[in-house]
């Protein structure tokens, strides 16, 4: 995914939002998400996300106060050049060297995380265990 | 065997034995495995800080003691070495970092202060990964190999821990477990390693990872050897209200009380998953038939989160991490290992509101593995998906993502489902791979209840030939 192409689209007149990471030849795929498709390369890396009816899909959160259900599922990979700007952002300087590899491990870190949302998260509060 | 092998693999609890029936002295049993580490820690590097001198003089003391016919503790005498993650007085603690290697001590840790008062003799402070966190890739102390196969990883983050007791270059060694630590050295080298409930053991004087979950425990060649350490280290620490106030329960007087009756659950994810090698599998297979053999209750259970509790961990002990380095990673991030501020950096990056979600998460599986632990008095998994990986293969650069949450979540889920639960769970040998590399099998209680986990370890040990088996001779 090439971050440094990154494009914001937005339709107000089709209430359609697209997000492109990189143009290029590819197919669009559904998602878990309704009014939500993405499109990837032969290889599989993610071009682009587009979300129909977008105001509608914001009223599909039923609960704003939950932390529940596969709205929250979706994860979009970082670009090494994002996890630079949020890094420095920090105060962090990565090395040149350093940013696949942290790019690589936080992007496997919000993906392994992702399937939190779909659990009852509401049901659990945070609490450290008491001796 | 030459008798000075013999005496250096015997079990802790034996040599506190000769040493009070003075069939052997503190100063030729010291000897003895200082000789082994002269002659074996070039190639191991299990020590980072050997204390030799000290150690002389402290084997010279007991001798004295001993003359004089003093009543003497439980470890009179006996050499004891501890991860360098925990503070000894007068000695550095490095925590396996170049960041901390002036970092002199000024106090004794708890557990060093009871080491010292059942008699034990302070040999030396063992490699670890840096700061504990595992995964280093250049150690700045050397680095440590498996005494099954040095070409293979000993595991962490308590390395040298378990290549110490598994070599025999101490009677016996503390280790520190927030994810795994103890578990997982024990585990690849072929020792026994106990993970105390949080809670049981002071963990003042020993450098945190995450503080919710830090629990220093033993690394031995015998189940009996970790119930005397625990027994010795365990107790309230008044100056640590998050500690256990109540007095622990006696894990040694039923340790011979057999598992006819238990009730242990096989976890059907952690044993019969993708993940799981199959000489791993079938051996730890063949120890739940074993324990059954032996009278226990033996069913299979499911626990559907505990796939996600690497993840869940790595998001709450990597993040805290990241939270108590910030400092450094801004002005020395240079000086860490590369995979350590790798790790570091991506943590500190975490968006908080993932983090939370963590935290309840990390509710549900406590949840689901206590409930567990009301139907079964035990929980029986692999301690590792397979066994000791060769060390090479962790030194490669992290590729992509699913390279690295194949790398760093996956092994993870197999013992950090009993920390982020709180509770205790031990590692104890079950049999060797094909080429010769310990496979661990891993048992699990309820909090507070290691005298039912060290009880079962003890009688699958007894009934099985694995801790007669030796690593060849360097």
Same mark, same amino acid.
């Given at each position: 995914?090439?971050?440094?192409?990154?494009?914001?689209?937005?339709?107000?007149?089709?209430?359609?939002?697209?997000?492109?990471?990189?143009?290029?030849?590819?197919?669009?795929?559904?998602?878990?998400?309704?009014?939500?498709?993405?499109?990837?390369?032969?290889?599989?890396?993610?071009?682009?996300?587009?979300?129909?009816?977008?105001?509608?899909?914001?009223?599909?959160?039923?609960?704003?106060?939950?932390?529940?259900?596969?709205?929250?599922?979706?994860?979009?990979?970082?670009?090494?050049?994002?996890?630079?700007?949020?890094?420095?952002?920090?105060?962090?300087?990565?090395?040149?060297?350093?940013?696949?590899?942290?790019?690589?491990?936080?992007?496997?870190?919000?993906?392994?995380?992702?399937?939190?949302?779909?659990?009852?998260?509401?049901?659990?509060?945070?609490?450290?265990?008491?001796? | 065997?030459?008798?000075?092998?013999?005496?250096?693999?015997?079990?802790?609890?034996?040599?506190?034995?000769?040493?009070?029936?003075?069939?052997?002295?503190?100063?030729?049993?010291?000897?003895?495995?200082?000789?082994?580490?002269?002659?074996?820690?070039?190639?191991?590097?299990?020590?980072?800080?050997?204390?030799?001198?000290?150690?002389?003089?402290?084997?010279?003391?007991?001798?004295?003691?001993?003359?004089?016919?003093?009543?003497?503790?439980?470890?009179?005498?006996?050499?004891?070495?501890?991860?360098?993650?925990?503070?000894?007085?007068?000695?550095?603690?490095?925590?396996?970092?170049?960041?901390?290697?002036?970092?002199?001590?000024?106090?004794?840790?708890?557990?060093?202060?009871?080491?010292?008062?059942?008699?034990?003799?302070?040999?030396?402070?063992?490699?670890?990964?840096?700061?504990?966190?595992?995964?280093?890739?250049?150690?700045?102390?050397?680095?440590?190999?498996?005494?099954?196969?040095?070409?293979?990883?000993?595991?962490?983050?308590?390395?040298?821990?378990?290549?110490?007791?598994?070599?025999?270059?101490?009677?016996?060694?503390?280790?520190?477990?927030?994810?795994?630590?103890?578990?997982?050295?024990?585990?690849?080298?072929?020792?026994?390693?106990?993970?105390?409930?949080?809670?049981?053991?002071?963990?003042?004087?020993?450098?945190?990872?995450?503080?919710?979950?830090?629990?220093?425990?033993?690394?031995?060649?015998?189940?009996?050897?970790?119930?005397?350490?625990?027994?010795?280290?365990?107790?309230?620490?008044?100056?640590?209200?998050?500690?256990?106030?109540?007095?622990?329960?006696?894990?040694?007087?039923?340790?011979?009380?057999?598992?006819?009756?238990?009730?242990?659950?096989?976890?059907?994810?952690? *044993?019969? #998953?993708? =993940?799981? &090698?199959?000489? %791993? +599998?079938?051996?730890? $297979? !063949? @120890?739940?038939?074993?324990?059954?053999? /032996?009278?226990?209750?033996?069913?299979?259970?499911?626990?559907?989160?505990?796939?996600?509790?690497?993840?869940?961990?790595?998001?709450?002990?990597?993040?805290?991490?990241?939270?108590?380095?910030?400092?450094?990673?801004? *002005?020395? #991030?240079? =000086?860490? &290992?590369?995979? %350590? +501020?790798?790790?570091? $950096? !991506? @943590?500190?990056?975490?968006?908080?509101? /993932?983090?939370?979600?963590?935290?309840?998460?990390?509710?549900?599986?406590?949840?689901?593995?206590?409930?567990?632990?009301?139907?079964?008095?035990?929980?029986?998994?692999?301690?590792?998906?397979?066994?000791?990986?060769?060390?090479?293969?962790?030194?490669?650069?992290?590729?992509?993502?699913?390279?690295?949450?194949?790398?760093?979540?996956?092994?993870?889920?197999?013992?950090?489902?009993?920390?982020?639960?709180?509770?205790?769970?031990?590692?104890?040998?079950?049999?060797?791979?094909?080429?010769?590399?310990?496979?661990?099998?891993?048992?699990?209680?309820?909090?507070?209840?290691?005298?039912?986990?060290?009880?079962?370890?003890?009688?699958?040990?007894?009934?099985?030939?694995?801790?007669?088996?030796?690593?060849?001779?360097?």
């Amino acid at each position: 995914m090439a971050g440094d192409n990154l494009n914001v689209w937005y339709d107000p007149e089709g209430d359609h939002l697209e997000i492109v990471f990189e143009r290029k030849t590819g197919h669009f795929e559904d998602t878990s998400l309704e009014n939500v498709m993405r499109k990837r390369d032969a290889e599989g890396n993610l071009l682009a996300i587009s979300i129909f009816h977008l105001s509608s899909f914001a009223g599909t959160r039923s609960d704003p106060e939950s932390t529940s259900g596969h709205d929250l599922c979706m994860t979009t990979d970082l670009s090494v050049t994002e996890v630079r700007a949020l890094a420095l952002a920090l105060g962090l300087t990565p090395t040149d060297d350093d940013l696949p590899e942290v790019t690589h491990r936080l992007n496997a870190m919000r993906d392994a995380l992702a399937p939190l949302s779909a659990l009852p998260l509401d049901t659990a509060e945070p609490a450290p265990p008491t001796p | 065997m030459s008798p000075d092998v013999d005496l250096a693999f015997t079990s802790a609890t034996e040599l506190a034995a000769q040493i009070h029936d003075k069939r052997i002295s503190p100063g030729a049993l010291l000897r003895a495995y200082l000789d082994r580490i002269d002659r074996m820690d070039g190639t191991l590097h299990a020590y980072i800080t050997v204390c030799r001198e000290q150690a002389l003089d402290d084997a010279a003391r007991c001798e004295q003691a001993i003359a004089r016919g003093e009543r003497l503790g439980p470890l009179h005498g006996v050499p004891i070495a501890v991860k360098d993650q925990i503070d000894v007085k007068g000695l550095r603690t490095t925590a396996g970092s170049r960041l901390l290697a002036d970092n002199v001590s000024t106090s004794d840790a708890p557990v060093i202060t009871r080491l010292r008062a059942a008699g034990a003799i302070l040999l030396g402070k063992l490699n670890l990964t840096e700061f504990a966190m595992g995964g280093t890739q250049k150690f700045p102390y050397g680095q440590p190999r498996n005494p099954w196969n040095t070409e293979h990883d000993p595991g962490g983050s308590s390395s040298g821990s378990g290549i110490a007791a598994a070599a025999a270059l101490a009677a016996a060694t503390l280790g520190e477990d927030t994810g795994g630590s103890i578990r997982s050295p024990a585990s690849n080298c072929g020792a026994v390693g106990l993970r105390p409930t949080w809670g049981l053991v002071p963990r003042a004087g020993c450098i945190p990872l995450c503080s919710s979950m830090d629990a220093i425990g033993p690394i031995t060649r015998t189940v009996e050897d970790a119930a005397l350490l625990l027994s010795i280290i365990a107790g309230p620490d008044p100056a640590d209200p998050r500690m256990r106030s109540a007095a622990p329960g006696d894990v040694q007087s039923h340790l011979r009380d057999g598992v006819a009756g238990l009730r242990i659950g096989v976890v059907r994810e952690l *044993t019969h #998953g993708p =993940d799981t &090698d199959p000489e %791993t +599998r079938d051996a730890v $297979l !063949a @120890a739940a038939e074993t324990l059954r053999k /032996l009278g226990a209750n033996v069913d299979e259970v499911s626990l559907p989160l505990v796939m996600l509790a690497g993840a869940v961990f790595m998001a709450l002990a990597d993040s805290e991490g990241a939270g108590m380095h910030q400092n450094w990673l801004k *002005t020395r #991030g240079l =000086d860490y &290992d590369t995979a %350590t +501020r790798r790790r570091l $950096l !991506a @943590a500190s990056l975490l968006p908080a509101a /993932l983090y939370h979600q963590a935290t309840r998460a990390r509710v549900l599986i406590a949840r689901e593995v206590l409930a567990a632990l009301e139907r079964f008095d035990l929980l029986l998994t692999p301690t590792q998906p397979g066994p000791a990986a060769r060390i090479a293969s962790g030194q490669r650069p992290v590729t992509s993502k699913e390279d690295a949450g194949g790398r760093f979540f996956t092994r993870r889920s197999y013992t950090t489902p009993f920390n982020l639960a709180a509770t205790p769970a031990i590692s104890i040998p079950c049999g060797f791979t094909k080429s010769g590399l310990p496979i661990g099998l891993q048992l699990a209680g309820r909090r507070y209840d290691e005298a039912t986990v060290l009880r079962a370890a003890w009688a699958y040990e007894q009934a099985t030939p694995w801790r007669e088996r030796r690593p060849p001779s360097l």
